[in-house]
């Protein structure tokens, strides 16, 4: 069965330094991926999409993530965190001729310190 | 462009009685998703509506159900409130997505409490 596994349910940097949170797909079909971010007391929102078009995407809020198809994975990236990115980020597959769901990995809860 | 809107904010009810959330997809989308995400469980996948019919559904059991209307907002049904329903429901919409490359906007979600 396809999943996503987010490696580290809770990740914390300090203020300016790079964020990481990793995001790794089960499948041996190339899929369609997907970051969502969190933050609390509401929905989700679309960080960034990656499709099949260039592997690295950039998203909204200087968030980026590269697709590697031979380590199957999908990592978001930020250079220099600000106090508002703390929130929990999930990552997401679809695939072609999907059957309408998401799949979500658990979420990461990234935490950011002055 | 409003985005996907999700009526109501919170909703207490208690063991055996019915709940109903709604959901207003963006202008333009036609194919509405609800999510269930519980404390522990993470995100679950719940429906899957386009063009007024169901498409797919998670692992639920019937008493969760919904329907599409000609508007394409949607209404999420939950008969026999359990304890275990207490969680976020999420609303999403999309461009039919049947090459499955259409991302999902999400709604702010609907707070079910069961007592």
């Known amino acids: 069965a396809q999943s996503v596994t987010q490696l580290g349910s809770h990740v914390s940097v300090s203020e300016g330094a790079l964020v990481l949170l990793r995001c790794n797909y089960s499948?041996?079909?190339?899929?369609?991926l997907f970051w969502y971010v969190q933050y609390p007391n509401q929905g989700l929102q679309l960080l960034l999409k990656y499709t099949s078009a260039a592997t690295l995407v950039k998203g909204i809020n200087g968030f980026e993530a590269e697709f590697k198809k031979s380590e199957t994975s999908f990592h978001l990236t930020k250079p220099s965190a600000h106090m508002s990115d703390a929130a929990e980020y999930f990552c997401?597959?679809?695939?072609?001729?999907?059957?309408?769901?998401?799949?979500f990995g658990k979420g990461t809860k990234l935490s950011v310190k002055p | 462009e409003a985005g996907v809107t999700q009526s109501p904010t919170h909703l207490i009810k208690t063991r055996g009685q019915q709940a109903t959330l709604r959901c207003s997809p963006i202008s333009g989308h036609t194919s509405v998703y609800w999510y269930q995400q519980a404390l522990g469980l993470g995100l679950q996948f719940l429906l899957w509506y386009d063009e007024g019919e169901e498409r797919n559904r998670g692992n639920f059991p019937p008493r969760f159900s919904g329907r599409q209307f000609p508007n394409y907002s949607s209404e999420l049904n939950v008969n026999a409130l359990e304890l275990e329903d207490s969680a976020l429901y999420l609303c999403?919409?999309?461009?039919?997505?049947?090459?499955?490359?259409?991302?999902?906007?999400f709604g702010d979600g609907t707070r079910l409490s069961i007592l």
């Open positions: 997401a597959v679809s695939y072609s001729g999907s059957q309408g769901n998401l799949i």
């Open positions: 999403a919409s999309s461009l039919y997505l049947r090459a499955g490359n259409q991302p999902q906007h």
């Open positions: 499948s041996s079909v190339p899929p369609y």
